[in-house]
Nanobody
Framework: QVQLVESGGGLVRAGGSLRLSCAAS????????MGWYRQAPGKQLELVAV???????IYADSVKGRFTISRGNAKNTVYLQMNSLKPEDTAVYFC?????????WGQGTQVTVST
Protein backbone atom coordinates (compact mmCIF):
# COMPACT_ATOMS: atom_id res chain seq x y z
CA GLN A 1 0.00 0.00 0.00
CA VAL A 2 1.01 3.56 -0.75
CA GLN A 3 0.17 6.85 0.88
CA LEU A 4 0.52 10.27 -0.74
CA VAL A 5 0.77 13.43 1.35
CA GLU A 6 0.20 16.76 -0.40
CA SER A 7 0.83 20.34 0.63
CA GLY A 8 1.18 23.81 -0.83
CA GLY A 9 -2.30 24.79 -1.93
CA GLY A 10 -3.79 28.15 -1.11
CA LEU A 11 -5.15 31.45 -2.35
CA VAL A 12 -3.15 33.57 -4.76
CA ARG A 13 -3.86 36.52 -7.03
CA ALA A 14 -3.78 36.16 -10.80
CA GLY A 15 -0.20 36.30 -12.01
CA GLY A 16 1.16 34.86 -8.79
CA SER A 17 2.86 31.56 -8.04
CA LEU A 18 2.39 28.50 -5.88
CA ARG A 19 4.44 25.35 -5.37
CA LEU A 20 2.68 22.07 -4.63
CA SER A 21 4.50 19.17 -2.98
CA CYS A 22 3.67 15.46 -2.78
CA ALA A 23 5.55 12.80 -0.83
CA ALA A 24 4.81 9.11 -1.37
CA SER A 25 5.51 6.37 1.14
CA UNK A 26 4.96 2.63 1.32
CA UNK A 27 5.56 -0.14 -1.19
CA UNK A 28 6.89 1.97 -4.06
CA UNK A 29 8.55 0.34 -7.07
CA UNK A 30 11.61 1.75 -8.83
CA UNK A 31 9.69 2.29 -12.06
CA UNK A 32 6.64 4.48 -11.69
CA UNK A 33 4.91 7.60 -12.92
CA MET A 34 3.89 10.46 -10.65
CA GLY A 35 1.77 13.39 -11.59
CA TRP A 36 -0.76 16.06 -10.83
CA TYR A 37 -4.41 16.17 -11.84
CA ARG A 38 -7.02 18.80 -11.10
CA GLN A 39 -10.79 19.08 -10.91
CA ALA A 40 -12.66 22.35 -11.05
CA PRO A 41 -16.27 22.63 -9.85
CA GLY A 42 -18.58 21.04 -12.39
CA LYS A 43 -15.68 19.81 -14.53
CA GLN A 44 -14.09 16.43 -15.12
CA LEU A 45 -10.76 15.43 -13.68
CA GLU A 46 -7.97 16.77 -15.90
CA LEU A 47 -4.35 15.71 -16.29
CA VAL A 48 -2.04 18.63 -15.51
CA ALA A 49 1.44 17.10 -15.68
CA VAL A 50 3.17 13.75 -15.19
CA UNK A 51 6.78 12.68 -14.78
CA UNK A 52 8.26 9.20 -15.13
CA UNK A 53 10.91 7.71 -12.88
CA UNK A 54 13.31 8.42 -15.75
CA UNK A 55 12.45 12.11 -15.80
CA UNK A 56 10.27 12.24 -18.91
CA UNK A 57 7.50 14.82 -18.56
CA ILE A 58 4.21 15.64 -20.27
CA TYR A 59 1.98 18.66 -19.73
CA ALA A 60 -1.53 19.70 -20.55
CA ASP A 61 -1.54 22.33 -23.29
CA SER A 62 -3.26 24.77 -20.95
CA VAL A 63 -0.30 24.85 -18.53
CA LYS A 64 2.69 24.54 -20.86
CA GLY A 65 5.17 27.32 -20.25
CA ARG A 66 3.65 28.18 -16.87
CA PHE A 67 3.85 24.99 -14.77
CA THR A 68 6.85 22.76 -14.12
CA ILE A 69 6.73 19.25 -12.66
CA SER A 70 9.84 17.82 -11.05
CA ARG A 71 11.02 15.04 -8.77
CA GLY A 72 12.88 15.82 -5.60
CA ASN A 73 16.39 14.71 -4.77
CA ALA A 74 14.65 12.19 -2.54
CA LYS A 75 12.75 9.91 -4.90
CA ASN A 76 9.02 9.42 -4.54
CA THR A 77 8.64 13.15 -4.03
CA VAL A 78 7.13 15.32 -6.74
CA TYR A 79 6.57 19.07 -7.05
CA LEU A 80 4.44 21.28 -9.23
CA GLN A 81 5.74 24.83 -9.63
CA MET A 82 2.86 26.98 -10.86
CA ASN A 83 3.68 30.43 -12.24
CA SER A 84 1.58 33.08 -13.97
CA LEU A 85 -1.52 31.63 -12.39
CA LYS A 86 -4.90 32.37 -13.94
CA PRO A 87 -8.38 32.21 -12.43
CA GLU A 88 -9.02 29.25 -14.74
CA ASP A 89 -6.41 27.31 -12.75
CA THR A 90 -8.70 27.29 -9.72
CA ALA A 91 -9.34 23.65 -8.82
CA VAL A 92 -8.61 20.88 -6.38
CA TYR A 93 -5.22 19.45 -7.32
CA PHE A 94 -4.55 15.75 -6.74
CA CYS A 95 -1.21 13.95 -6.61
CA UNK A 96 -1.07 10.55 -8.31
CA UNK A 97 1.39 7.66 -8.31
CA UNK A 98 1.00 4.92 -10.92
CA UNK A 99 2.88 1.63 -10.80
CA UNK A 100 1.83 -1.68 -12.32
CA UNK A 101 -0.79 -2.85 -11.51
CA UNK A 102 -2.15 -0.05 -9.32
CA UNK A 103 -2.36 3.67 -8.93
CA UNK A 104 -2.80 5.80 -5.84
CA TRP A 105 -4.17 9.25 -5.09
CA GLY A 106 -3.59 11.96 -2.55
CA GLN A 107 -6.36 13.73 -0.70
CA GLY A 108 -6.28 16.82 -2.89
CA THR A 109 -5.30 20.39 -2.13
CA GLN A 110 -7.32 23.48 -3.06
CA VAL A 111 -5.79 26.11 -5.32
CA THR A 112 -7.78 29.32 -5.71
CA VAL A 113 -6.66 32.10 -8.05
CA SER A 114 -8.45 35.42 -7.62
CA THR A 115 -8.93 38.07 -10.27
Amino acid sequence: QVQLVESGGGLVRAGGSLRLSCAASGSIFSINVMGWYRQAPGKQLELVAVITSGGITIYADSVKGRFTISRGNAKNTVYLQMNSLKPEDTAVYFCNLAQVPNDYWGQGTQVTVST
